[in-house]
């Protein structure tokens, strides 16, 4: 290997490009990258983290099934492709079955549709190598081909980072918005910058944004603390101009009933607070975009 | 989008080879992807984790300042292009600079030689937006055409996930073996099962697990606690016939230097060993392809 190495930071021409509002995009190889149909699916919400590992999985999980209860119809697209968290979250498996009309989706006892890469390996331990392209595909195919119905809210829980998968979604996939989760980390509150400046190069409307890991209570004497340091939720949202959806504890609850599969049994004042700053936020981010059409 | 999506698990075939010892393997584009040499580096360790956010750049950082301190020469290869996270744990800043001889690494405090994506961007919250094959590039480069020198330890800290990176480093990247780190949740050591099964198809020895966050200690009552749930390090190396280099805490000292760009600073009796489990492990995986060969 020579040379100068490439500039990053913007795409280089040819090799990733925002939509063009109204019109097809170019694709990673100069193809057309069409912006899918919305169908029936009311409001589709990204969530998404920068840095991996800050429960961005358990907060979608969460979220949904808190819809759920709040009476709404709700499906989660795992785009997480080569690190699937949501099937055993929520305790639903696959396979994916394909009876002639699209693929169908899983379900979660809590009525959630699910899709992910997890229902199309052989066990669950099985790795998923793909290079990009592939990725990218089975990411339109998960929201094109598989047959959601009518929804209230299809979630998308987006895996980390700012390569393919983030792109493919802003480009192809027919956002109403995103919703960035953090832990108290300076390094987390870094990253999902990152992430959120991505998205708002590729116009993608940030909704807000989810504090998870924000403090703990000691089992021994009952006192509360934050074992990551001090919340900077507060600074990130301010930075922005958005709200801050909700601040979520370290709690013993959401490690056993995830480990169990269980994680739509979980709540608290804080997920129901996260519930109804969440649709108000969509309900904010539709009414902008109706008033600008 | 229709047709059945593709079938995971294996990398198709021209997709994603496994390198052949001694010989140039097929690359993602049906081009030769050829083994780099080892030049002056001793030893190559990538470190890497499946799951996000469990430590891993903060594990990287903190073995690479242990080795210093024990009298070596190590570099780190900061592998995550779309989150790099060395740099701002270690204090360290680019520009890389090429005088003619090839790119060269910055240099931390401790004297660890540093190449981050990191060092490219106008900013630290300027997001990396590209597609796998410019971030493959990037990748072999900062292997091959960096000025390394002789380093008794390359540490390559790897992203989250099994698919571009992790595909590329195996395949172009001479490394002795890797080390995995999880955090004590049934779901980051099941996709750290994922990673240690895609390097294992890759003929890539595995070196050991290091299980972080396993607990805390209370700052009002001192009492300590597993706040993710108790430790499934033990069954993870077990299963894989491979030892535990260590079990760090969460530590309010190292979410603060880290913080403060000062985490090579942090000493303690679990980094200590750390140190010491890693060469012995190192030690024992050389001695062991000598004997083969």
């Known amino acids: ?5 490439p500039t990053p930071g913007v795409p280089p021409s040819g090799d990733a490009h925002a939509p063009r509002t109204g019109g097809p995009a170019r694709g990673a190889r100069g193809g057309l990258l069409q912006r899918m149909d919305k169908g029936g699916l009311a409001h589709v919400v990204a969530v998404g983290s920068g840095k991996g590992g800050v429960g961005k999985s358990s907060v979608t999980a969460l979220l949904g099934a808190e819809l759920r209860r ?14 699937p968290s949501i099937p055993k979250l929520l305790g639903v498996a696959g396979p994916l079955l394909d009876r002639g009309e699209g693929i169908e989706p899983a379900t979660s006892r809590e009525g959630i549709s699910v899709v992910s890469s997890q229902f199309m390996v052989e066990d669950e331990q099985t790795p998923v190598i793909w290079r990009g392209p592939l990725v990218t595909r089975l990411i339109t195919q998960f929201f094109g081909s598989v047959q959601w119905g009518k929804l209230d809210y299809l979630l998308i829980d987006m895996p980390p980072g700012t390569s393919d998968v983030p792109l493919t979604v802003f480009q192809t996939i027919p956002i109403d918005g995103m919703v960035f989760v ?6 987390a509150a870094l990253i999902v910058k990152k992430a959120m400046n991505m998205a708002r190069e590729l116009h993608v409307p940030l909704l807000g944004v989810v504090e998870n890991m ?3 209570a000691c089992p021994h004497c009952g006192q509360r603390f934050e074992p990551f340091g001090p919340s900077r939720v507060g600074g990130v949202a301010a930075e922005y101009g958005i709200p801050v959806l909700g ?5 013993p609850a959401v490690s056993e009933l995830g480990d169990a599969g269980r994680l739509g049994e979980h709540t608290s ?8 700053a969440f649709e108000k ?12 059409l």
Do not use: C, F, Y
Request: avoid cysteine; aromatic fraction near 0%; glycine fraction near 12%.
């Open 182 to 187: 953090l832990t108290p980390q300076e390094l």
């Open 70 to 83: 709040r009476g709404h119809t709700v499906g989660i697209l795992d785009a997480d492709i080569t690190g």
């Open 1 to 5: 290997m020579s040379g100068p190495p």
């Open 247 to 251: 601040q979520l504890p370290v709690t």
């Open 281 to 292: 936020s969509v309900q904010n981010a539709t009414k902008d975009s109706m008033t600008v």
């Open 269 to 276: 004042p804080e997920v129901a607070g996260l519930g109804v």
């Open 214 to 216: 924000a403090s703990v």
